[in-house]
């Protein structure tokens, strides 16, 4: 298979779809790999690393569409990819289609096969594909917070771990999941007075086990996270249900009862956010006031430490381009139902559940394409 790999043109993306391990172990399989010029240099992988792994360096991006079978990207492509997209190519890579219609139409419109990332499972009901990134942006949202949180940024001018005398950043985690139990160890350790809010009770008793006392926990209901935001300086959005729009859980009327100046990390922001005040922002322009609260909604956050997050990607993504590219798409989402959950978009149907259920589009079940 030929196995195309292009620049990512998204703002400050830097990250890059294949590593350059990545592009050997798919020469040694046999394929055909073929990368931008200068793809992987936001990572620190100069065009040498692919050439000396056996892959092939192209110009430009038009080249590569034009020529590879499969598309291994980081994010969603952006307008001017999606119409360079072809009918039966196969696209892998991060989607996040639900809160995207224009997205959505594009990829119908195109004709190709488009598996996400992020819908990805494993055995265990994971998502194999999204946790290193959420492992990233977990750890991230505590120190991009921190600095949202300084007078000279908007914020309230708390210092985390306070000092001597005066008490540390009160901060709550919504959501304790991969992207929660991340952001709140690191909090944490930052000296941080840290809550969890979660509606799972197994989840809440495995964070109880195995960090004890490092941070709070709490069941998460209106009252609760009401209580909690009018402590809070920072709240950190942390709630994912997997392909779907991320739900609201932070209103807008809810800021006249907050601290001015507090600072809330979306980390859910791909899927839309969960603050109802959240839009996408970039690391050029990351944070804005809504009536006095700081939001920091950075759509591609874990691009701001693009070697660890190119590297962590590539080890989760590997042995599915692998598979994919040995056995062809169809043949490989046969073998492997959790592969076939990651199937969105098939010859101008969709193919998601929850994306359709978000935009009101008809589905079409993966199972049956795969059959047909």
């Known amino acids: 298979m030929k196995i195309g790999c292009p620049t990512e043109i998204k703002p400050q993306e830097f990250r890059v779809g294949l590593t350059p391990n990545a592009a050997r172990e798919a020469v040694g399989h046999g394929h055909e790999v073929i990368v931008q010029k200068g793809a992987g240099t936001g990572a620190g992988f100069v065009d040498e690393d692919y050439t000396a792994a056996g892959a092939r360096l192209a110009e430009t991006a038009a080249e590569i569409f034009a020529e590879a079978e499969m598309i291994v990207k980081v994010k969603e492509p952006q307008a001017v990819e999606r119409a360079m997209l072809r009918e039966g190519q196969l696209l892998f890579?991060?989607?996040?289609?639900?809160?995207?219609?224009?997205?959505?139409?594009?990829?119908?419109?195109?004709?190709?096969?488009?598996?996400?990332?992020?819908?990805?499972?494993?055995?265990?009901?994971?998502?194999?594909?999204?946790?290193?990134?959420?492992?990233?942006?977990?750890?991230?949202?505590?120190?991009?917070?921190?600095?949202?949180?300084?007078?000279?940024?908007g914020g309230r001018g708390v210092l985390m771990g306070g000092v001597p005398g005066v008490g540390?950043?009160?901060?709550?985690?919504?959501?304790?999941?991969?992207?929660?139990?991340?952001?709140?160890?690191?909090?944490?350790?930052?000296?941080?007075?840290?809550?969890?809010?979660?509606?799972?009770?197994?989840?809440?008793?495995?964070?109880?086990?195995?960090?004890?006392?490092?941070?709070g926990t709490g069941y998460s209901s209106a009252g609760l996270l009401a209580e909690h935001l009018e402590q809070a300086d920072m709240v950190i959005g942390a709630v994912l249900i997997p392909g779907a729009e991320a739900p609201k859980l932070v209103k807008r009327a809810d800021f006249a009862s907050m601290k001015p100046g507090a600072a809330l990390v979306d980390v859910a922001i791909d899927q839309g956010g969960c603050f109802e005040t959240s839009r996408a922002?970039?690391?050029?322009?990351?944070?804005?006031?809504?009536?006095?609260?700081?939001?920091?909604?950075?759509?591609?956050?874990?691009?701001?430490?693009?070697?660890?997050?190119?590297?962590?990607?590539?080890?989760a993504t590997m042995p599915y381009m692998l598979a994919l590219a040995d056995k062809g798409w169809k043949q490989a989402c046969a073998d492997d139902p959790h592969l076939l959950n990651g199937l969105n978009v098939h010859a101008g149907k969709l193919t998601y559940f929850a994306v359709g259920q978000a935009q009101g589009i008809d589905v079409t079940s993966p199972q049956l394409v795969i059959k047909g």
């Open 93 to 153: 890579t991060y989607l996040h289609l639900a809160p995207d219609p224009a997205q959505t139409q594009d990829l119908l419109a195109s004709g190709c096969i488009a598996i996400a990332y992020e819908t990805v499972t494993d055995e265990r009901g994971g998502l194999p594909l999204l946790a290193p990134m959420s492992e990233v942006a977990g750890r991230l949202a505590p120190q991009m917070g921190a600095w949202t949180l300084q007078k000279a940024n």
């Open 168 to 215: 540390p950043a009160r901060v709550l985690v919504i959501g304790g999941g991969v992207v929660g139990t991340h952001a709140a160890r690191i909090a944490a350790g930052m000296g941080a007075d840290v809550t969890v809010l979660d509606r799972s009770l197994p989840r809440l008793r495995y964070l109880d086990d195995v960090f004890g006392g490092t941070f």
């Open 281 to 315: 922002t970039t690391h050029a322009d990351p944070i804005y006031d809504v009536d006095g609260i700081m939001h920091y909604c950075v759509a591609n956050m874990p691009g701001a430490v693009a070697r660890t997050s190119t590297i962590a990607l590539g080890n």
